[in-house]
């Protein structure tokens, strides 16, 4: 069995001070690199809430130029709990717009495919804007988890939902359906999310994971992790907190002396799904 681990960054660098937001990005580009995970790193930018193509070009460079995969985003809690077209599709068009024009000017390839919705939100309307703008991959299914966005409304119920779980394909309105095998969006199941909030990081889920893959005998698993800069950030978010990042580090490192994982981004994942 081939054991892809797949470490995604969601891009809130909420921090007051710009410059601890950059030195966030750039201590996180440092320890993948030191991990070997550099160039198999996925970010997913918020570009609406923070401007990262104008506050951390550098950041961007260097991710570019290691072959790290960028998808971007959104928070949706200005909406209010109604996730209704129209509005969701101008907060998801703002920021791709913004981010694919920063892509062609500096003359990167400006389509982004994949998109995560903040707090892993889960509405079909929602789904319909990101199918409007041309995305094609999305990663909001936390199986066994139920959660609401940052201002208390609903977001996810995915408790009904099994671990180990395989990436699927979905529409608008069948994303929980997780045996499916067509449409437009690739689905990319999140095995874990948090570095230090919720408790860290939780190897007896991904232990059930792991049992889950081999149950199923698959030829390709992946697992998915996501977290975000700001915890690597001490309590107060003034400066960054060493033993986070060394616990960040840790965490590759036993993911890939205890699973066997190789570390992966989501289009190394997608590619490996489609050359089989």
Same mark, same amino acid.
């Given at each position: 069995m081939r054991k892809l681990f797949l470490v995604t960054v969601d891009c809130d660098i909420r921090a007051d001070d710009v410059a601890l937001r950059q030195e966030s990005m750039a201590v996180l580009l440092d320890t993948f690199e030191q991990t070997g995970a550099a160039g198999h790193i996925t970010w997913t930018?918020? @570009?609406?809430?923070?401007? *990262?193509?104008?506050?951390?070009? +550098?950041?961007?460079?260097?991710?570019?130029? %290691?072959? +790290?995969?960028?998808?971007?985003? +959104?928070?949706?809690?200005?909406?209010?709990?109604?996730?209704?077209?129209?509005?969701?599709? @101008?907060?998801?068009? %703002?920021?791709? @717009?913004?981010?694919?024009?920063?892509?062609?000017?500096?003359?990167?390839?400006? @389509? *982004?495919?994949?998109? %995560?919705?903040?707090?892993?939100v889960q509405h079909p309307e929602i789904y319909r804007a990101l199918q409007e703008l041309g995305y094609t991959q999305v990663s909001e299914v936390w199986p066994e988890n139920a959660r609401g966005d940052r201002e208390g409304n609903y977001a996810f119920d995915n408790t009904e939902m099994p671990v180990g779980i395989s990436p699927y394909r979905h529409d608008t309105d069948n994303f929980a359906d997780y045996t499916s095998?067509?449409?437009?969006?690739?689905?990319?199941?999140?095995?874990?999310?948090?570095?230090q909030l919720g408790g860290g990081f939780n190897w007896e889920t991904m232990a059930r994971w792991d049992q889950a893959f081999v149950r199923q005998d698959l030829e390709l698993a992946s697992y998915l992790w996501l977290f975000h800069p700001y915890e690597i950030m001490d309590a107060e978010r003034k400066a960054i907190d060493p033993q986070m990042v060394e616990t960040l580090a840790q965490i590759i490192a036993r993911a890939q002396s205890e699973y066997g994982v190789e570390l992966a981004s989501i289009e190394e994942c997608r590619e490996a799904i489609e050359n089989g």
């Open positions: 930018l918020n @570009e609406n809430d923070f401007e *990262i193509t104008k506050n951390h070009q +550098d950041f961007l460079h260097e991710a570019l130029r %290691r072959g +790290d995969t960028l998808g971007i985003h +959104d928070h949706f809690e200005p909406l209010g709990g109604n996730y209704e077209f129209g509005p969701a599709l @101008e907060i998801c068009r %703002r920021s791709k @717009e913004s981010v694919e024009a920063w892509l062609a000017a500096n003359g990167y390839p400006a @389509e *982004i495919p994949l998109h %995560r919705n903040g707090c892993l095998t067509t449409g437009h969006f690739l689905h990319f199941p999140v095995t874990h999310m948090f570095l």
